[in-house]
């Protein structure tokens, strides 16, 4: 954790909060995903798919480290506030996740905040997750297996699809404790989840002991660009 803070604290120019997110994503992607993702282990394949979500294709990598089919399947939402990360930044997570488990895992490229605020990325995991149950045989995953997961932003919006798809009676997906840490929140479609451990870290997490928190400015960037019909409708304008 420490060579993480020291390569944070090493980094130049603006603070990402200070920047449009384009701009933002871009300094993001060149400061740290060659080091996140450096010397990645190799798999049985990598495979690029579109599954069909309500308001277009959802872009979504598929990880197999060599499972037996028709495989359990992990979906996993990065994260990056709502508006940073995607595929890419997470590549090697989900490769070591999928080495480690022995499943599938399926990468969600949902879609980012400002552009698409709350609940468009919220609604791409939904759909993304239906698609997976309904369709996911035909890529080598049970069904009666699936499992989601992510980190930071990714676990708020794994936690959310689990109480989205509970309450609209299924399908049942299972949350694994280990990525869902942000929050210590209990709730499943089927099953319970426990807390997201994200790559820019969490202070629920054992693993990020002693790093500091989230300044108030970013917070308060990140918190302006997502959630604004939800802010309004609970009254609330500032973090």
């Not at 995903?33 to 798999?43: G, Q, V």
């Not at 308001?55 to 940073?84: E, M, N, Q, S």
């Not at 870290?201 to 960037?221: E, K, Q, V």
Request: hydrophobic share 40%; charged share 20%; glycine share 10%.
């Amino acid at each position: 954790m420490q060579v993480i803070l020291d390569r944070a604290a090493a980094a130049t120019g603006p603070a990402l909060s200070s920047l449009e997110p384009d701009t933002a994503r871009k300094l993001d992607a060149e400061q740290f995903d060659a080091y996140w993702n450096a010397d990645p282990p190799s798999l049985a394949a990598v495979t690029e798919h579109a599954l069909s979500g309500a308001d277009g294709p959802i872009r979504t990598r598929l990880y197999d480290p060599g499972a037996r089919k028709p495989a359990p399947c992990l979906a996993y939402f990065h994260g990056g506030g709502w508006v940073l990360g995607g595929l890419d930044s997470h590549d090697r997570v989900c490769r070591e996740l999928a080495l480690a488990s022995g499943m599938l895992v399926a990468a969600v490229d949902y879609r980012l905040a400002p552009e698409h605020k709350f609940p468009e990325p919220l609604e791409d995991c939904i759909a993304a997750m239906q698609w997976i149950a309904a369709e996911g045989r035909n890529l080598g995953i049970d069904s009666a297996r699936l499992a989601v997961g992510g980190d930071s932003a990714g676990g708020n919006l794994a936690l959310s699809t689990l109480l989205a798809l509970r309450d609209a009676g299924g399908p049942s997906i299972r949350a694994p404790h280990r990525w869902l840490r942000s929050r210590r929140a209990h709730a499943t479609s089927a099953g319970s989840s426990s807390g997201a451990r994200g790559r820019r870290g969490s202070s629920s997490s054992p693993n990020t002991a002693g790093a500091p928190p989230a300044n108030s400015s970013a917070a308060a960037s990140v918190w302006s660009r997502w959630p604004s019909p939800a802010r309004r409708a609970c009254g609330a304008t500032t973090m």
